[in-house]
Every structure is written in C-alpha cells, then in structure tokens.
C-alpha cells in the first residue's frame, strides 16, 4: 500500500477540478495546469468533500511492483498542481562575480557571466522571470517547470569551487577549496 497515494488531496474554495478520462484538468488564480495520468491509476473527484482521491487496482499491486509508485507519484504530482496553482512555486538564483548580471528583455533572460558574449536563456510561457542585478527570481504555477528553467539558467555558469564565482541558488553553499600554496 501506498502511503502517500492513500491520502486525499484536499482543494481549496478557489480551485477548480475537472477529471475527463485520464486528463485531470486543475484551475485557480495563478493559473492552469492539466495532467495525464498513467492508465494503472483512477483519480476521482468528490464535489461534496473537495477532495481529489487516487486509486489502483488490488491485483495489479500484487502483479506489479511498479504500479504502487505510480499510485503515489500521481497523488504528489497532483497535490503540487494544487499548491501551484493557488499559492505557486518559486526559485531565486543569485550570480556571484564582479560586473556579472542578468536583465530580462522580452521573452529572453540575457546573462552576462564573464564570457565574451551575452547568453540568452528563451523563458517559457506560464513563468515570470524578475531580475535585480545580481537576483534572478523564477515564479509560476508549475513546480516542474521552475524548477527545470532554474536549473537551465544555473547551467549556463555553475558556482566554481576555488573563489565562487557563478549561478547559484539562493540558499545554496559551495563548498570552498584551498587554492594551491606557494612557498615553503
């Protein structure tokens, strides 16, 4: 049994749910979010409860092993889509170095990270991208997609370990290296 899948995903006044076959279709303030769920797992929604519930099948659990991992990832992924579509997600990067910056232009996060040119980083829609020099915030609705873009832009000049320099997440610590030693 899954522990995580067992529990209801309880829904706000504000939020709208809709289950047509295997598409679970969540609306709110912040925003849409729909998802396809696996064809081992059944989610239903009670009107009276405000509750979104998710099920297997008894023998599919004994067959398959797999099945109770669906079962639990369904619940999560639907429990994020209800926080993100009612409060949202957000990751903020900061970019350590001296004269490096990022500015949103447009639909296009441009970094300035101690290359010879700009980099470009396209923004997807649904997020809203905010920068303040050396801060760059990512919100939006979709936890997954946060996430990814964050990650993208935290690619383009990871946090070197010797003097720190980088794109790193706010709340992240680089483990610093001592350089080399000259003289004895």
């Known amino acids: 049994m899954s522990r995580i899948g067992r529990k209801a995903v309880e829904v706000p006044a504000k939020v709208k749910v809709s289950v047509s076959g295997r598409t679970v279709t969540i609306e709110g303030p912040k925003g849409s979010l729909s998802f396809e769920h696996r064809p081992e797992v059944s989610v239903s929604f009670d009107e009276g409860a405000k509750a979104i519930s998710v099920s297997v099948d008894e023998a599919l659990i004994a067959e398959d092993r797999a099945v109770r991992a669906y079962w639990g990832t369904t619940r999560a992924i639907l429990n994020n889509m209800v926080i993100g579509v009612t409060e949202g997600y957000e990751k903020k ?71 720190g320099k980088g794109i790193k997440y706010l709340d992240e610590v680089i483990q610093r290296k001592q350089g080399k030693a000259f003289g004895k």
């Open 93 to 163: 990067l900061e970019i350590v170095g001296v004269g490096w910056t990022g500015t949103v232009s447009g639909q296009s996060l441009s970094l300035k990270v101690g290359y010879a040119n700009k980099i470009d980083v396209p923004i997807p829609t649904g997020l809203t991208v905010t920068t303040d020099k050396q801060l760059i915030t990512v919100q939006g609705a979709d936890k997954q997609m946060v996430g990814h873009f964050a990650a993208t832009v935290r690619a383009k000049r990871k946090p070197e370990p010797y003097n």
